[in-house]
T-cell receptor, first 113, second 115 residues
Framework: DSGVTQTPKHLITATGQRVTLRCSPRSGDLSVYWYQQSLDQGLQFLIQYYNGEERAKGNILERFSAQQFPDLHSELNLSSLELGDSALYFC????????????FGPGTRLTVL | AQKVTQAQTEISVVEKEDVTLDCVYETRDTTYYLFWYKQPPSGELVFLIRRNSFDEQNEISGRYSWNFQKSTSSFNFTITASQVVDSAVYFCALSGTGANSKLTFGKGITLSVRP
């Protein structure tokens, strides 16, 4: 158990809908990262938050947004869903010390029908 | 831009064989970190090992060992005496620091260990 929690574990929805994925980082970790894993794109970085502020952006679509709350949990919002958004979404957290490991949650498997 | 290449896509070995997973990386950062993660069939990503760019000492941890060579930008990972439970997808990843601390992953190597 990495200490990072993600809910829900599975999500099935229809095209055009909006969903929210939730992540709680490990105790003491200030950085939260979101990644998408799909068959065609592999594991891709979406966005990073550090202590409530957006720190880095990757290949995140404009239909997607995220935020980190004062208690450091984070939410990833996906809207106007398309079939191609079906993927495994991972959250990771890090304390960003010299060790720099990121510990991953179990992921949320999103299926868009 | 950072890039990680895992040229091997699938490897199949018989239990107790040693297996080496190759990883080549590209980065312009002077300080960076290299990682290996394991993704078993259950789907979670498990952190295995980390190496800093300023420490080329190679180590062994149990059945795992790694060979980091800056001169060839390679970070290879070896499992000694493989076991069926080692069957998984293995990802090599690279990160910088601070605002560049995101992980850049390779495409992964599917390792199958047969009894």
């Amino acid at each position: 158990d990495s200490g990072v929690t993600q809910t829900p574990k599975h999500l099935i929805t229809a095209t055009g809908q909006r969903v929210t994925l939730r992540c709680s980082p490990r105790s003491g970790d200030l950085s939260v990262y979101w990644y998408q894993q799909s068959l065609d794109q592999g594991l891709q970085f979406l966005i990073q938050y550090y202590n409530g502020e957006e720190r880095a952006k990757g290949n995140i679509l404009e239909r997607f947004s995220a935020q980190q709350f004062p208690d450091l949990h984070s939410e990833l919002n996906l809207s106007s869903l398309e079939l191609g958004d079906s993927a495994l979404y991972f959250c990771a957290s890090s304390v960003e010390s010299v060790r720099n490991e990121q510990f991953f949650g179990p992921g949320t498997r999103l299926t868009v029908l | 831009a950072q890039k990680v290449t895992q040229a091997q896509t699938e490897i199949s070995v018989v239990e107790k064989e040693d297996v080496t997973l190759d990883c080549v990386y590209e980065t312009r950062d002077t300080t960076y970190y290299l990682f290996w993660y394991k993704q078993p069939p259950s789907g979670e990503l498990v952190f295995l090992i980390r190496r800093n760019s300023f420490d080329e000492q190679n180590e062994i941890s149990g059945r795992y060992s790694w060979n980091f060579q800056k001169s060839t930008s390679s970070f290879n990972f070896t499992i000694t005496a493989s076991q069926v439970v080692d069957s998984a997808v293995y990802f090599c990843a690279l990160s910088g620091t601070g605002a560049n601390s995101k992980l850049t992953f390779g495409k992964g190597i599917t390792l199958s260990v047969r009894p």
